[in-house]
């Protein structure tokens, strides 16, 4: 150790100071984190769909990922936790998920966080983003979690103070994925007021129920938003979500 040490870059005191949290298997098994059991089907699903999205991360130099869809109830949270975990599988490659779904945030539900604190205390009463930060047991994985605000969520997303935060946390984090639990995208103008923070979107289209209408409207919204892809989840007759990757124009 030297001397005259630099004083430790955030991603360092971010490292230090997360506490650890293991998710139980069968909390895992309960909320479908597949991502953590063995064996289960969803597990290719997931490693194709990581596959696909770090090549074109790696191509384009891209970080940032914001997992939209059109209305609640898609399977966004479902696919954000799942494929946190399968990138953070990775060597090499660390991953922050963010809870930005301040309306119903439910990703502290899928690891099995009991969420104290959440974004919604840093947005409000400045508690420090180390704080906030959980590592729910997966080597490379952190968890920004939410917490319920019954207040007008857009108003707090689109305070300048998490704008800045989604900046800081996308350029801070060095070879560091982050992904965006947004939401729904035609619900409010939430996740729209933010997209322009994000390198891309993945869109999350639920079968059956996403209709082609709303589809369409989903498209035109992330008109100006690099797509990574779409997920038609809870496909009828496959019962595994279904990757498409995004066709560049
Ligand atoms: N592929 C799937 N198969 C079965 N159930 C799913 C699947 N994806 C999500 N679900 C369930 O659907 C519900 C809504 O998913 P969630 O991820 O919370 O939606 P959203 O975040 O879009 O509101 C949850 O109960 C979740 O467990
Ligand atoms: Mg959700």
């Known amino acids: 150790m030297t001397t005259n040490q630099q004083p430790p870059a955030f991603s360092t005191i971010q490292y230090t100071r997360t506490r650890t949290v293991s998710v139980a298997p069968d909390v895992m098994r ?3 984190l597949v991502m953590g059991l063995k064996g289960d089907p ?3 699903v997931f490693r194709l769909l990581r596959s696909n999205i770090l090549m074109q991360l790696r191509e384009k130099n891209w970080t940032s990922i914001a ?8 399977g966004k949270t479902f696919v954000t936790a799942n494929l946190g975990i399968a990138l953070a599988m990775e060597v090499n490659q660390t991953v922050l998920i963010v809870d ?3 309306g119903n945030p439910q990703i502290g539900w899928y ?4 969420v104290q604190k959440g974004l919604l205390d840093y947005l409000q009463t400045d508690v420090p983003v180390e704080e906030l930060l959980v590592n729910p047991g997966f080597d490379r994985l952190v968890v920004l979690p939410g917490r319920h605000t019954t207040s007008k969520s857009s108003e707090l997303i689109s305070l300048p103070k998490m704008t800045a935060l989604v900046d800081e946390l996308k350029t801070r984090y060095q070879s560091r ?5 947004l939401p729904p995208l035609l619900s409010s103008d939430d996740a729209l007021l933010f ?5 891309a979107a993945l869109l999350v289209v639920e079968d059956g129920k996403t209709s082609p209408d709303e589809v369409r409207r989903s498209l035109a919204l992330l008109e100006q938003t690099n797509l990574v892809g779409t997920v ?6 496959a019962a595994l979500p279904h990757y498409q990757r995004a066709v560049s124009s």
């Open 195 to 199: 997209m322009p923070h994000f390198d």
């Open 30 to 32: 309960e909320r479908r």
């Open 177 to 181: 994925i982050v992904l965006f639990d």
């Open 42 to 44: 969803h597990i290719g």
């Open 232 to 237: 038609l989840n809870k496909a009828r007759g």
């Open 100 to 102: 930005a779904d301040l």
């Open 67 to 74: 997992v939209v869809a059109a209305t609640p109830e898609c």
């Open 111 to 114: 690891f099995g966080l009991d």
